[in-house]
């Protein structure tokens, strides 16, 4: 354990007390939150045995932080904010794409390459290089977003902060996340993945797979696959419902994985819109 991450452990024990007016713990915080945002920190990521390995203390520096900022407001052109939290800049040297109407909070990072539409990430969110977060989409607070993800038109990525354990989102490298769709809760989709248009993923929603009917897992989308929004029927004392599911409709060969001809035909040929 380092230095740093013992202190912010220490100052989270303490929460209820902190205020703006205690410098030190503001001092530890502002440091984790730099670091966020210069990408030497992040508060999830995959480790060896593909699990999810979140980084605790890192979020309870994000908790911390709200209790040692005031409100401030600060001026962005035309337009007036009111929040504890400054906004990221400096995008060009970055290498960042930002077009007008998009915004990010200071803390989240985004990697060399990215770009936003008219869409917003959140702090203590990861976007990773060469990934597009189109117009209305939102990344939620500390969101694990991979390499060449498509999170395209009004995709909503959930936020998770409390408890400081709880797992983010995460969206593996190369995935597409077809538009209006809503992926929160801590749920997954695998490397290379596609969720048709209008799916929700969440850990309370089953994934189903198509060809042998069997539940391969709640709120995660394995590697490689083609899933769709669907309904099962269910039985209940008051009648018969149908009840939201996600359907894997294709797993996908290595040619098929880098053509988005084929997986739009795909989805196409199964009624959803890309």
């Known amino acids: 354990m380092s230095d740093l991450e ?10 209820g007390e902190m205020t703006p007016e205690h410098v030190e713990a503001r001092r530890d915080v502002e440091l984790v939150i730099t670091k966020l945002d210069d990408g030497q920190l992040r508060v999830a990521e995959i480790d060896e045995n593909n699990d999810v390995l979140v980084h605790e203390w890192v979020k309870q520096a994000i908790l911390l932080l709200f209790r040692l900022r005031g409100m401030e407001t600060t001026q ?16 060009a040297r970055r290498g960042v794409r930002v077009v007008p109407g998009a915004s990010a909070r200071r803390g989240s990072y985004l990697s060399p390459g990215v770009i936003m ?30 390499a060449n993800v ?11 902060l409390e408890p400081a354990n709880a797992v983010p989102v995460v969206i593996e490298d190369g995935a597409f996340i077809g538009s209006r769709c809503m992926v929160v809760e801590g749920a997954r989709v695998g490397r290379g993945s596609v969720l048709g248009a209008g799916t929700i993923l969440s850990p309370s929603i089953p994934v189903i797979d198509a060809e042998t009917g069997d539940e391969v897992s709640r709120g995660y989308l394995p590697d490689y696959c083609v899933a769709v929004s669907a309904q099962r029927r269910r039985e209940y004392p008051g009648g018969e419902f149908f009840l939201p599911c996600v359907l894997i409709i294709k797993r996908m060969d290595e040619k098929e994985r880098h053509s988005k001809v084929a997986l739009n035909s795909l989805l196409r040929d199964h009624g959803v819109a890309t």
């Open 117 to 146: 539409m008219p869409s917003y990430v959140n702090i203590g969110a990861w976007v990773g290089p060469g990934s597009m977060v189109d117009t209305w989409a939102t990344v939620g607070s500390c969101a694990q977003i991979g």
């Open 150 to 160: 498509h999170l395209a038109g009004g995709v909503g990525i959930g936020g998770v």
């Open 6 to 15: 013992a202190r912010i452990r220490h100052w989270f024990e303490h929460i």
């Open 76 to 91: 962005a052109g035309p337009f007036e904010f009111h929040d504890k939290l400054d906004l990221k800049t400096d995008f």
